[in-house]
């Protein structure tokens, strides 16, 4: 046998949106890096986000689909094309037994996951909103374990998670628990996202919203407002007709550092934006994607508000005057805003990564025995 093939082996099973591949990303380095195998199992789309992979993981491509896309011929074929990735899957793991098996979501991971079971591997689900999107929906009453990205979670009846949290860039890791400054008489700094692809209502709303904050908030107030591109002009024009110093981009690649020195931030609910808020630590108004599938950014932004970190705007509820009320709240009580930021550091799991390490380990061990 040679050295590579007694190695254990992680099979990770991950497609689709960066979302589900990021903290697989994550998990797979910290893997290799402790001396394990690590294989990727998804289909033709997924594999094109494979990318970021260490080059070490070679990808199992396996057929998959999902009734949410195509024409009716399509949805016609979808059990057999899943059939069909199961039996690969299976077969491949016949011929190199996976020592745990773990899924993060997204259609392409049903084959790896159905065959897992059929197989009664050691298996476990990573869930990244707070809500289970469909794959995990179906597998978390049979898998090993669910960890959790987001606490808490809606879990199906008789199923347990564990709060790992969401793997966060390096770059927040830096910035975890930077010191707070609360507002104050001196220039303070509101920081606005809307996501990875920005927010439309954002771009509404919160100028407005500044235009109407108390005078003594508003002339020590910088704002950094991530806009999306054709949003630009407009986000500009109206910050500068209120007189307000606002840097607007589409995306700040140092979003980190911003946080890091934000007295507040206004935010959708985004389960990686969520993961950096709490672990930096810092107040929030969270208005959480009204269309999201199953109204997970609602769910996502739960924990955050129960631990009294955040305000929930629904969109419904938004307005300028209802949004300026709240910024206002927390500009104005340096007190409640520095509470808020303790409140958001006792939710962030800055070491999302090490407690997903550690489940893969328990499995291995056999000491998770759901
Ligand atoms: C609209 C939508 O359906 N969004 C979903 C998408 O989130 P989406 O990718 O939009 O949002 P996330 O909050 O998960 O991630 C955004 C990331 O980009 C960073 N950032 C943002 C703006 C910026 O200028 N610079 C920057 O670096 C944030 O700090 C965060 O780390 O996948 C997530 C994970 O499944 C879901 O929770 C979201 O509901």
Avoid at 113 to 134: D, F
Avoid at 199 to 228: M, T, Y
Avoid at 261 to 287: C, F, H, K, N, W
Avoid at 321 to 326: C, Y
């Amino acid at each position: 046998m040679t050295m590579a093939g007694s190695a254990p082996l992680l099979l990770i099973a991950a497609g689709g949106t960066g979302g589900h591949m990021f903290p697989a990303q994550a998990l797979a380095e910290a893997m290799i890096a402790r001396g394990w195998r690590v294989k990727l199992s998804t289909d033709a789309r997924g594999a094109r986000y494979a990318g970021g992979f260490p080059k070490e993981v070679p990808v199992e491509e396996v057929s998959s689909a999902t009734f949410a896309r195509g024409g009716l011929a399509a949805k016609a074929a979808v059990p057999l094309r899943i059939a069909g990735g199961v039996m690969s899957a299976a077969m491949a793991m016949r011929r190199d037994r996976p020592t745990v098996v773990v899924g993060f979501g997204g259609y392409p991971s049903i084959p790896a996951l159905a065959a897992a079971t059929l197989l009664r591997l050691p298996r476990m689900i990573h869930e990244q909103n707070g809500v289970l999107g469909r794959v995990n929906q179906i597998f978390a009453p049979r898998v090993n374990a669910v960890a959790c990205g987001t606490w808490p979670t809606t879990l199906p009846e008789g199923v347990e998670g564990i709060h790992t949290g969401n793997p966060v860039r390096q770059a927040v890791l830096d910035r975890a628990a930077a010191p707070y400054i609360p507002p104050g008489d001196y220039p303070m700094s509101l920081v606005v996202i809307g996501g990875s692809q920005g927010a439309r209502i954002l771009s509404d709303v919160v100028p407005a919203a500044v235009a109407l904050l108390p005078e003594g908030i508003r002339a020590n107030l910088r704002v950094a407002h991530q806009a999306r591109a054709e949003d630009l002009d407009r986000v500009i024009a109206a910050y500068d007709a209120a007189g307000i110093d606002a840097d607007v981009q589409p995306f700040f690649t140092d979003i980190p550092r911003r946080l890091s020195e934000a007295q507040l931030v206004v935010s959708r609910s985004g389960a990686s934006s969520i993961a950096d808020i709490s672990v930096i630590g810092r107040p929030s108004i969270l208005i959480p994607f009204a269309a999201a599938t199953a109204d997970h950014q609602t769910a996502n932004a739960r924990g955050l508000v129960q631990a009294d970190a955040a305000v929930l705007i629904p969109e419904s509820a938004l307005d300028p005057a209802a949004l300026a009320a709240q910024m206002a709240a927390v500009l104005s009580n340096p007190q409640a805003a520095g509470a808020m930021a303790t409140n958001a550091l006792a939710q962030g799991r800055p070491d999302a990564t090490g407690h997903l390490v550690d489940l893969v380990l328990r499995l291995a061990e056999k000491r998770v025995t759901r």
